[in-house]
């Protein structure tokens, strides 16, 4: 609301409009025109063209679970490999498959780094190239 404060004259002509209302009419309007525009619930259907050439489904290979106790005992899917001849040929069986296996080589916290290493080694020697470390949160302390 417009108010004028002062001791102006009467007899003088007010050149100034009073836009409160217009704009109270007009967010009434706006309102109203908001509530009354219909929902879009009509659904349009369309024929969308296919992938013909989609490529075939990816192959999850097999894995693997390698770990090494602490006194460097190595287990292969929790069987006790008793020596590194037969930790070779397990190795090399893995090399051969197609697709390779991903091996998940998971180190007892206490085990040496020694026996870790000769386990790497060999699995690079024998052509075992998807191996991977796991169970790394138990370092974290």
């Known amino acids: 609301m417009a108010m004028q404060v002062g001791g102006g004259n009467d ?4 050149m100034e409009i009073n836009t409160t209302p217009l704009i109270d009419v007009m967010l009434v309007l706006l309102v109203m025109l908001i509530i009354t525009i219909p ?23 097999e894995v693997v679970d390698l770990e090494v106790d602490f ?37 007892n916290r206490l085990v040496k780094y020694d026996y870790v290493a000769k386990v790497l080694s060999a699995a690079q ?17």
Request: negative net charge.
């Open 11 to 14: 007899d003088e002509v007010m």
């Open 39 to 61: 929902l879009q619930t009509q659904a349009v259907k369309l024929d969308m063209p296919q992938n013909l050439n989609a490529p075939a489904p990816i192959e999850q290979p």
């Open 71 to 107: 006194d460097g005992t190595v287990f292969w899917n929790g069987i006790a490999v008793p020596n590194t001849a037969l930790l070779d040929q397990y190795l090399r069986a893995a090399a051969a498959q197609t697709p390779q296996p991903e091996i998940h080589l998971l180190p």
């Open 125 to 141: 020697r024998l052509g075992v190239n998807r191996i991977g470390f796991v169970g790394n949160e138990q370092y974290m302390d």
